[in-house]
């Protein structure tokens, strides 16, 4: 279980409680002191980060093989993210569960879309239907998330679209929660969202498409968002190649595109939960924690509550302990203080998981 190490400086254990020590004893964190020899850390500390949206063993063409999901974890990891909320993968990645090296990842299942209405290869393509039956033996198959594509590019329109009708979401939803699951949706476009919160659905990705009508529902329903800014971002490069075949298509993107921070910013002010994700592994490469927390705070939310997107706020959202006693040491070392420069955050000085010194 690695060394007993003696961690000082400042240990940010939660945004009002920073402490000057703790130690790691057997894989976990305690903060008194043990008889040991212990081997000395110094700096700013944080939990490990948490990237919950992001695609381990999965690229842009499908399902990848063992070694490429292992590097993309170990991408991850040497970034400082720790804990991964894996939105949605065709493979099996639970072979990683064994792996003391690995972030331990909370899984969604495979991705379940409208027949032809998302990326090839990716998800379980199906109709309304089915939603319910496919709904139910992925949150089985998951560590407690299902993840739904709910709106798309509709060809026939040419323009982004809901992909389910409110009955079938209602049903489905239901049979997640029945399961234990909470539920998840892919959703870029406006139209999506207000079935999707009265269907009881518990977080949205992206929701760039948030407006004034939807920022008031998502705060009464208590739904989170996971803004991926990083990967909205690539938004205008999307819209240039899809100008020529959808041009309704390429305009809304850029719009969304265009009013991203503003977005972000009000459902923040609006009291909705927002958490860091990256949507690494679809287009995205791995390892983009730091940039995504920057994105938030450009989008104006403020330091502390952009950390905790990542940090606490992230951990307890997903049943998942931080800095405290006892709970297995996963924890990220800095040189500098985060709360001064959220930018710290993309040079880890020592990264401790499950109470090995990993980077
Ligand atoms: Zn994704």
Known sequence: MGDVLHIRGRILAGP??????????GGRISYERPAAEAVAVEGWVLPGLVDAHCHVGLDAHGAVDR???EKQALTERDAGALLLRDAGS???????????????????GRHIARTRRYIRNYAHEIE????????????????????????WIDRDTGDLAPCWPKDALAEAIAAAHQEGARVTAHCFAEDSLADLVTAGIDCVEHATGLTDETVPLFAEHGVAIVPTLVNIATFPRLAAAGEAKFPRWSDHLRTLHARRHETVRNAYDAGIAVYTGTDAGGG???????????????AGLP??????????GAR????????????????????????????????????????????
């Open 16 to 25: 009002d409680d920073v402490r000057d020590e703790l130690w790691v004893v």
């Open 67 to 69: 070694d490429t999901a």
């Open 90 to 108: 065709p493979s099996d990645t639970r072979w990683t569960d064994a792996r003391d090296d690995l972030p331990r990842i909370i899984r969604a």
């Open 128 to 151: 309304p239907g089915d939603l319910a039956v496919y709904v139910r033996r992925e949150a089985r198959r998951g560590d407690g998330w299902v993840k739904l594509v709910g709106d």
């Open 284 to 298: 995205l490469p791995h390892g983009l924690i730091a940039a995504e927390v920057e994105e938030l705070v450009t």
């Open 303 to 312: 330091v502390e509550a952009a950390l905790s997107a990542a940090t606490w």
């Open 316 to 359: 307890k959202w997903l049943g998942r302990p931080g800095l405290t006693e006892g709970a297995p040491a996963d924890l990220v070392v800095y040189d500098a203080d985060p709360r001064a420069d959220v930018r710290v955050l993309a040079a880890p000085r020592r990264i401790v998981l499950r109470g090995n010194v990993v980077g």
